[in-house]
């Protein structure tokens, strides 16, 4: 069974920092691209990061490029689970929005519709 699992969202101060995890399992999601896209209220869900299967390659949307840090761990592959991690510094409030994971069997796509599974979200607000 595919799944993918945020967390570590919350609220924090202009300048801060948070990471995100994403945890994917299921056999065919170890081999995939995954991604962080995000979803302010009354905007479109919008690419932020994403990482190549074997963590080798990243691109990043130019809003965050230098503030954040897309990583994967791939080291519980065996059990068919790799884990995405979302590194993001100085914060700002534009940052505020719901951050999701998901997981693609193509190579670095930016867009949400070349995208199979998503996870259910987890909230990031940074107040000013």
């Known amino acids: 069974q595919v799944r993918l699992v945020e967390s570590g969202g919350g609220l924090v101060q202009a300048g801060g920092s948070l990471r995100l995890s994403c945890l994917a399992s299921g056999r065919t999601l170890t081999s995939h691209a995954i991604a962080w896209f995000r979803q302010a209220p009354g905007k479109e869900r919008e690419f932020v990061a994403v990482?190549?299967?074997?963590?080798?390659?990243?691109?990043?949307?130019?809003?965050v490029e230098g503030r954040f840090t897309i990583s994967r761990d791939n080291s519980d592959r065996d059990n068919a689970k790799t884990t995405v991690y979302l590194q993001m510094n100085h914060l700002e409030p534009t940052d505020t929005a719901a951050y999701y994971c998901?997981?693609?069997?193509?190579?670095?796509?930016?867009?949400?519709?070349?995208?199979?599974?998503w996870g259910q979200g987890t909230q990031v607000t940074v107040s000013s």
């Open positions: 990482v190549s299967w074997d963590g080798g390659s990243t691109t990043y949307a130019n809003s």
């Open positions: 998901a997981a693609s069997d193509l190579t670095l796509p930016v867009k949400a519709f070349q995208y199979s599974y």
